[in-house]
Structure formats: structure tokens, C-alpha cells
């Protein structure tokens, strides 16, 4: 069987507005017991959050079909030093998720500083963000999206305030959401696939298609979102599949065009401890 790694804003809703026919293809999922996540790379709210937002647009999924940047950064933290301690520059969804897996906000010394969306970030933020950077903290950034699309239009991004804090130290910071792969394999892992099972779904070659392309995983792209297909030409890498919108989507076609000879229905799902024993 396939999974896949969905992306939601451009893909599932537009705005405040569900794209048409993207419950649909999310109701025929869980009908199916189809493994899939839906991937963001903004890190202000929680899981639960998102999943409640999904759900008032008419989208009946749990907390456990998310999967956020701020979850991503938060897991590679506790593996490279667990119970560190962070100077944190964003919001819940970054705090929630930087708690829940063991790890201390402080305001001076930290082992490092993570950036990640917020709309109350403020230059004394940033300025105590440099001076720990340049004592030795480590610059870590929840993605590198310049902008964040609103209702209202474009606001600065996670990496519009990375990229000062670069600019100003001189240190490049790591980044966990998409396309890294920290993110990417992180949520493969989570549904128990391999990397041949994996699709990602996305409207965004920088982002999504890029960092399935990267993997290994099956890309598929919806010009629902910001991206024609006049711009494909821009870009050395290609999608698997480009359609217009999800709704254009089916699941037993997807299962035939991207299933490889050896077949993935008779495969065993992974354990857990298989999930975390792969590269």
C-alpha cells in the first residue's frame, strides 16, 4: 500500500476556503485506511491546532495525521542533545513541541537558538537571538520559507528572520522542515513506509516536489497552489504526476501507476523499531 505526505495550504485549502473536491480525496483516504500525513512547514500552531482547523473546513482527521516543522525540529533536537535547553524566537505550536519532547526555554546560555513563524517577533528578540548565537548557541531554523501566505497576503517568514540573524553572525543556521530530509524521513518513518511506498503531494517544487525528489519518494504536483505549469521550466527536477487539484486523484490508479514490480500490498508494515533502525 501507499502513503502520502500531503502538504495543506495550496493543496487542501486556499485561504480559509477548501479547495473543491480535496475533502473527497481525504474522506476516500480514511475509508481506505490509506497511511498518510499532512505536512507543514509553519511551526506556530500545534498538531492539534491544525487538526482542528481541518476539521471546521469539513476535513475529519486527528491529531495524528499531522505532522509539523516544529514537531521535525523539535525530535532532531532531543536526538542530537537530549534535555538541551533553547531561546526560542515563535510561537505555541514551536514551545508546545519543543517541551513535549524534553527540552527547557531559556532566555540566556541556551544550547540553541530555534526560529521558527510568529507574529509578535520583535528586533529585541532577534538582538538577544545574535549576541547567544555569537557566544556559541547553535542556529537552528524550524524551515527557510521567505514568506507565509495570509488572507490578506504575504507576510515575512521563518527564513526572512533566519536570514538576518545569518547576515548579522555570519553562521549558517540548519534547517529541519521541507525539503530536508530530517522532515521528510522523519514523517516516512512515522507512518511505517518505505521510501518506495512514500508519495508526497505538494504545490510547491522548492518545497515539496524538491524534497521528494531528493528522497527518493513519488512526487505528485497540483496547480492548485502557487505554481504553473510554465514555471516546471525553471526547474532541473520533474514531478511524477502533475494535476490540477487532488480532486482529479485516485487512489486505486495511484496504486497501479506507482506500485513497482515486487508487490507492496503482500510487504509487512514496518515496526516501530524497524522505523527508527532505517537510514
Do not use: W
Not at 471546521?56 to 542530537?80: N, P, S, W
Not at 528578540?125 to 497576503?153: H, I, Q
Amino acid at each position: 500500500m501507499l502513503g502520502y505526505l500531503i502538504d495543506m495550504d495550496g493543496v487542501i485549502y486556499r485561504g480559509g476556503h477548501l479547495i473543491p473536491g480535496a475533502d473527497r480525496f481525504i474522506n476516500g483516504l480514511l475509508r481506505t485506511e490509506t497511511p498518510f500525513r499532512f505536512l507543514t512547514n509553519n511551526s506556530q500552531r500545534t498538531r492539534r491546532d491544525v487538526a482542528t482547523r481541518l476539521q471546521r473546513l469539513g476535513i475529519d482527521v486527528e491529531e495524528k495525521h499531522v505532522y509539523t516543522c516544529a514537531m521535525a525540529t523539535a525530535r532532531f533536537l532531543a536526538h542530537q542533545k537530549p534535555g538541551g535547553t533553547a531561546f526560542v524566537i515563535g510561537e505555541g505550536g514551536l514551545l508546545t513541541a519543543l517541551h513535549e519532547n524534553g527540552y527547557a526555554i531559556v532566555d540566556r546560555d541556551p544550547d540553541y537558538v530555534v526560529v521558527g513563524e510568529g507574529r509578535t517577533i520583535s528586533f529585541e528578540m532577534v538582538e538577544a537571538a545574535l549576541k547567544m548565537v555569537l557566544a556559541g548557541a547553535k542556529l537552528v531554523a524550524t524551515n527557510l520559507d521567505p514568506n507565509c501566505p495570509t488572507e490578506s497576503g504575504l507576510r515575512p517568514g521563518c527564513g526572512s528572520t533566519v536570514a538576518m540573524l545569518e547576515t548579522a553572525s555570519g553562521v549558517k543556521a540548519f534547517s529541519v522542515g521541507k525539503p530536508s530530509p530530517v522532515m521528510l524521513r522523519g514523517a516516512r518513518k512515522d507512518l511505517g513506509l518505505n521510501t518506495d511506498q512514500t508519495v508526497v503531494i505538494g504545490d510547491t517544487m522548492e518545497t515539496d516536489i524538491l524534497g521528494g525528489v531528493q528522497l527518493g519518494f513519488k512526487t505528485i504536483l497540483v496547480l492548485s497552489g502557487g505554481t504553473s505549469r510554465d514555471d516546471l521550466h525553471d526547474y532541473a527536477y520533474r514531478p511524477d504526476k502533475i494535476v490540477e487539484s487532488v480532486a482529479d486523484l485516485d487512489l486505486a490508479k495511484l496504486e497501479r501507476e506507482f506500485t513497482p514490480d515486487e508487490p507492496l500490498l503482500t510487504r509487512p508494515r514496518l515496526s516501530m523499531r524497524e522505523r527508527q533502525l532505517q537510514p
